[in-house]
């Protein structure tokens, strides 16, 4: 059971440049999330789903896309780089809307 | 105004202290309330979960919400350097909210 599953774990970016960052889970969850984390400003919501095929903007969207076409997979799609995008990146999932979500162990992104 | 505030810290105390960490939050609406831990370098890990106002109790750790001052309390008791990490609380469910974090040392 790998539970939340974020790849990479490292990457650095050039201004203007795409990617994509995954996300998979093992816990038949329907529940997922795209947070990122910036020192002093704690946890910001970027995109959630709740189930496959629905999903929807959080606090800070700017930037990012996300689709869900599997239970399992939450893809998060940086359209064009910043250097404001720079951030460690945390994909999280739950089976009930509340509860808790179980989260990965995040990916380092660096746009220079 | 950030929805959901929490005093950064650092906090440190002796092996063995009552620690006690504490948000505050702005919205009367919110009914869901949860604590994760973070170590360095990792994601959060779920801690207490509390629904509307009382209190919730695991081992060592003590949650707390206080409703009508919009308060919510984390307790931990025999403090461990076991449990040196970043605490964060939260709010709500499809879309959680969080504070920015409180850093814990706890020294033997």
């Known amino acids: 059971n790998a539970g939340v599953t974020q790849t990479p774990k490292f990457q650095v970016l050039k201004t203007g440049q795409s990617m994509t960052l995954q996300c998979a889970q093992d816990m038949n969850h329907e529940y997922m999330s795209w947070y990122r984390q910036d020192p002093g400003m704690g946890l910001r919501l970027i995109h959630y789903s709740v189930g496959a095929g629905i999903t929807d903007q959080g606090e800070v969207p700017n930037g990012y896309n996300v689709s869900r076409s599997t239970t399992e997979d939450f893809p998060l799609r940086l359209l064009s780089a910043a250097p404001s995008q720079t951030s460690v990146y945390f994909c999280?999932?739950?089976?009930?809307?509340?509860?808790?979500?179980?989260f990965g162990s995040g990916t380092r992104l660096t746009v220079v | 105004q950030k929805e959901v505030e929490q005093d950064p810290g650092p906090l440190s105390v002796p092996e063995g202290a009552i620690v006690s960490l504490n948000c505050t939050y702005s919205n009367s609406a919110f009914q869901y309330f949860m604590w994760y831990r973070q170590y360095s370098r990792k994601g959060p890990e779920l801690l207490m979960y509390?629904?509307?106002?009382g209190n919730k109790e695991d081992g060592r750790f003590t949650a707390q919400v206080d409703k009508s001052s919009k308060y919510i309390s984390l307790f931990i008791r025999d403090s461990q350097p076991s449990d040196s990490a970043t605490y964060l609380c939260a709010e709500g469910d499809n879309d959680m909210r969080f504070g920015a974090g409180t850093r814990l040392t706890v020294k033997p």
């Open positions: 509390t629904y509307s106002s």
């Open positions: 999280a999932s739950s089976y009930a809307s509340a509860g808790g979500y179980t």
